[in-house]
């Protein structure tokens, strides 16, 4: 069985501070990782993804994600935010394409940023 | 380059009602799938198919129904609208396991 949990689902920053939103995984199989980023009224955008090769992973808008196994952790994180990183964040995990029904979303991490 | 399109973006239904969500892709992606995701809960799988004629449950499959005519095309069916069917419906297709989703832009459902 799979699961993703994130631990935080809301976290408030100030602009110009360091984010980190934490996403714990438990998966049978050598997972693919994904991070989403969801603004207001929006769908969902693909932020960075992990899929077995480096574990640094760096996506857009600066973002990047670091794949500890021993940890079965992949949090995101950002050196500095921005009041445009105000969103919605979703930590996915996918243990196959051959079951891509599995593919299992976490609950979401609010993200707000104080000016 | 359209990606993934959804219509109609918002709806209200009464109770009883029944209704089906578009979704169209121009990217020829095999697999597609419907999400619905409600406050604190997430994104949860209705249905999916990984191609033409080829459907299958996700999670929460129950009160909807699905089919896959064309690779293009993957409309979600609702048969009899209850209040607990108020949601945000998202499609999303898949390109391959190293890809990700691309998502549509949504459809906010309102069962009154």
């Known amino acids: 069985a799979q699961s993703v949990t994130q631990l935080d689902s809301h976290v408030s920053v100030s602009e110009g501070t360091p984010v980190l939103l934490r996403c714990n995984y438990s998966s049978s199989y050598s997972p693919s990782l994904f991070w989403y980023v969801q603004h207001p009224n929006k769908g969902l955008q693909l932020l960075l993804k992990?899929?077995?090769?480096?574990?640094l992973v760096k996506g857009i808008n600066g973002f990047e994600a670091e794949f500890k196994k021993s940890e079965t952790s992949f949090h995101l994180t950002k050196p500095s935010a921005h009041m445009s990183d105000a969103a919605e964040y979703f930590c996915?995990?996918?243990?196959?394409?051959?079951?891509?029904?599995?593919?299992?979303f976490g609950s979401g991490t609010r993200l707000s940023i104080r000016p | 380059n359209a990606g993934v399109t959804q219509t109609p973006k918002f709806q209200v239904l009464k109770t009883g009602q029944s209704m089906t969500l578009q979704c169209a892709q121009d990217m020829n992606h095999e697999y597609m799938s419907w999400y619905r995701q409600d406050p604190g809960m997430g994104l949860r799988l209705i249905h999916y198919s990984v191609g033409a004629g080829i459907t299958d449950q996700g999670e929460v499959p129950n009160g909807y129904n699905v089919s896959r005519s064309t690779t293009e095309d993957f409309p979600l069916r609702l048969l009899s609208a209850a209040p607990s069917q108020t949601s945000v419906y998202f499609c999303?297709?898949?390109?391959?396991?190293?890809?990700?989703?691309?998502f549509g832009s949504g459809t906010r459902l309102t069962v009154v």
């Open positions: 999303a297709t898949l390109q391959g396991p190293d890809y990700g989703y691309t």
């Open positions: 996915v995990v996918s243990p196959s394409y051959s079951s891509a029904s599995k593919i299992i």
């Open positions: 992990y899929t077995s090769a480096a574990t």
